[in-house]
């Protein structure tokens, strides 16, 4: 049910600018300095926003610091099961409850944490969380912040447009739509309430065995991704009031371990680092991006103390800031991931982080335990007010930017008229048709026809899908081929196939023209392996699509064609699908190296690898 005591405007007018200021208790005289009382004016003014900060507590000036999950729909009416799960995990019943009681400065959401089951919802979320807030003793707006990279890591799904990921967008090697995806997204964004997006993700994938960014990277060249990375920075900042944040600094490319489970060593030398990982990070800083976020990594050559970065004072501050000159707002990837926890508790890495020169402290396992730590600190002397202020009042300029102190809260009629709108999904689908890279194509074999090869079997893993995609991708693929008029048969075989699996599709080859089959992370001892060599021994011609990371082609010597789409959401998917069915060319050019499988220091498909079906 939508959140009718929080915000929601149903087909009401929002709250105006003239109550949003009343309800925070004295805003607009603190926010009037210099002889006006206009809000916007006044909050870009570093005196304004200092007034604010001299009138805060101690406490709200910690809280401020501070960006948090919270479980539940509604800000104040969540399901039972939410209730349940912030009370044991945050010691609160609701998103209400928790802005009362620590006076968070943002919140994140989550899909896992039921905040984001469909726009009209989220709206009224945002706007619950922002009255919770305003209502508030000198109550400030709520950065509400997600991350929406777009590719295999969304947190708002359809009815919105999604858009293929990073790697994707490198294989399109198209600046202009790395900009329209961020001005598209960031309008879509700004109408539900989110104005803090952790994206463009500036790591350069130059480990094939990374486990954590791969596709998310907009690929191996440090130039051509600093310029996918600067043109989405400028697509968010055309797109009006959301904020982009790269990440994750130093760079996270070039890892072989997850720092969400573990702590990942990066052994680039400080010349290596220069040439490979700071490019995106530069361009993004000369294209005034709002937020950069930090990575749980440690990198030797750039500070030996072995502290991850996120908690060093020369990455953040000796680099970042002075070498790099960013005045921005720097937020940390989560607190709750393994690679922060390694060495410290959770009580001294908040503490360390701000040391290091970090703005905002991101979900921490504890926000009770983190909360009071730095308060703590501040109170024995170890973390100066003066040093919170510094940090607050870049989180302050950043809501001023963005217009939250005007414009807290979002409307339905927004919701409708700019989320998921058909100019919008046309665009996304355009968009992924110049991302679909044909790396093989042995005698022409694509693009199929109709008329020689109608029956076709869909088949091949089917990994969870992406948040708000539909999926399976066998499912989706099969149909998007239907709809081009093949007689489809969906298998899921999944990415590990039993051999009684292997031997069902085999049979079910026997009763088609031609075989698509999806793999996904394909490895030399994978049965995935084994079940494209047994369907290829049917005879029966074989297209693979590779529908995460494009390495799989080097485990597929004999497959006569292979696509990569880069992810397995439903507009990379049907882009696939059109591609097959030669309704589009393939346009995409491999973004990263794809080495042989025998010999990995060797070759096979080099960066701006890519066939069409021009016959020139």
């Known amino acids: 049910m939508p959140d009718t005591s929080t915000g929601s405007m149903g087909n009401t007018a929002p709250p105006s600018r003239r109550t949003v200021l009343a309800a925070g208790a004295g805003l607009t005289t603190a926010l009037a300095v210099g002889g006006t009382a206009h809000a916007g004016a006044a909050t870009h003014d570093d005196r304004g926003l200092r007034a604010l900060i001299a009138r805060m507590?101690?406490?709200?000036?910690?809280?401020?610091?501070?960006?948090?999950?919270?479980?539940?729909?509604?800000?104040t009416a969540p399901d039972q099961a939410d209730i349940d799960a912030n009370l044991k995990e945050i010691g609160v019943r609701t998103a209400a409850e928790l802005v009362a009681r620590y006076r968070v400065g943002g919140i994140i959401y989550f899909t896992w944490a039921h905040n984001t089951r469909d726009p009209h919802q989220i709206a009224d979320l945002s706007n619950g969380i922002q009255r919770a807030s305003l209502t508030q003793p000198r109550g400030l707006p709520v950065l509400i912040s997600t991350d929406q990279e777009h590719g295999i890591v969304c947190r708002v799904g359809k009815p919105a447009t999604l858009f293929p990921g990073?790697?994707?967008?490198?294989?399109g090697g198209s600046r202009s739509d790395a900009r329209t995806l961020g001005r598209v997204a960031g309008r879509e964004l700004r109408a539900l309430g989110i104005r803090q997006n952790y994206s463009p993700v500036a790591d350069v994938n130059v480990n094939p065995a990374n486990p954590v960014i791969g596709v998310r990277s907009f690929g191996a060249d440090p130039a051509a991704a600093a310029g996918m990375v600067a043109a989405e920075v400028a697509g968010y900042q055309r797109s009006r009031q959301v904020a982009a944040t790269a990440k994750h600094f130093p760079g996270h490319g070039d890892t072989a371990v997850d720092s969400h489970y573990g702590f990942p060593v990066i052994t680039h030398t400080r010349e290596q680092w220069e040439t490979l990982d700071a490019p995106p990070f530069r361009a993004a800083v000369r294209a005034g991006i709002d937020s950069i976020m930090t990575a749980h990594i440690m990198v030797p050559a750039l500070d030996d103390s072995g502290d991850p970065a996120t908690l060093s004072r020369p990455i953040l501050t000796g680099i970042l800031r002075e070498e790099l000159g960013y005045d921005g707002v720097v937020v940390t990837d989560s607190l709750g991931m393994e690679g922060v926890r390694t060495k410290y508790g959770d009580d001294r890495v908040p503490v360390l982080a701000l040391k290091a020169g970090v703005d905002q402290l991101l979900n921490p396992p504890s926000l009770d335990v983190a909360w009071n730590a730095v308060?703590?600190?501040?109170?024995?002397?170890?973390?100066?007010?003066?040093?919170l202020d510094e940090s607050i009042l870049r989180v302050l300029r950043l809501k001023a930017k963005l217009?939250?102190?005007?414009?807290?809260y979002v409307s339905q009629g927004g919701v409708d008229r700019h989320v998921g709108t058909p100019s919008h999904l046309r665009v996304a689908d355009r968009i992924a048709e110049?991302?679909?890279?044909?790396?093989?194509n042995t005698g022409r074999l694509l693009p199929l026809s109709r008329r020689t090869h109608p029956r076709l079997l869909v088949t091949g893993a089917d990994p969870a899908s992406p948040s708000g995609t539909t999926g399976p991708p066998t499912g989706?693929?099969?149909?998007?081929?239907?709809?081009?008029?093949?007689?489809?048969t969906a298998l899921s075989t999944g990415t590990a196939p039993s051999a009684a699996t292997i031997a069902r599709a085999v049979a079910a080859a026997g009763a088609a023209d031609a075989v698509v089959v999806g793999t996904y992370n394909v490895t030399a001892a994978s049965a995935q392996k084994a079940l494209v060599e047994q369907l290829l021994a049917t005879g029966r011609p074989?297209?693979?699509?590779?529908?995460?990371n494009?390495?799989?082609?080097?485990h597929l010597p004999a497959v006569p064609a292979c696509l990569a789409s880069y992810s397995w959401t439903d507009v990379e998917l049907r882009a696939a699908a059109r591609v097959i069915a030669g309704r589009v060319s393939p346009r995409g050019r491999l973004p990263v190296p794809v080495q042989r499988a025998d010999d990995p220091t060797r070759v096979l498909y080099p960066v701006g690898h890519g066939l069409s079906y021009r016959r020139d």
């Open 476 to 488: 989706v693929l099969a149909a998007a081929l239907a709809e081009l008029g093949f007689t489809t």
């Open 550 to 554: 494009p390495y799989d082609v080097a």
């Open 434 to 440: 110049r991302t679909t890279t044909l790396l093989v």
């Open 375 to 387: 308060l703590k600190a501040v109170q024995d002397g170890e973390l100066t007010e003066a040093r």
């Open 403 to 408: 217009r939250l102190f005007d414009e807290p």
């Open 166 to 171: 990073a790697m994707a967008i490198g294989a």
């Open 542 to 548: 074989v297209v693979a699509v590779a529908i995460r």
């Open 57 to 75: 507590t101690l406490e709200e000036k910690v809280g401020q610091l501070f960006v948090m999950r919270v479980y539940g729909h509604s800000a």
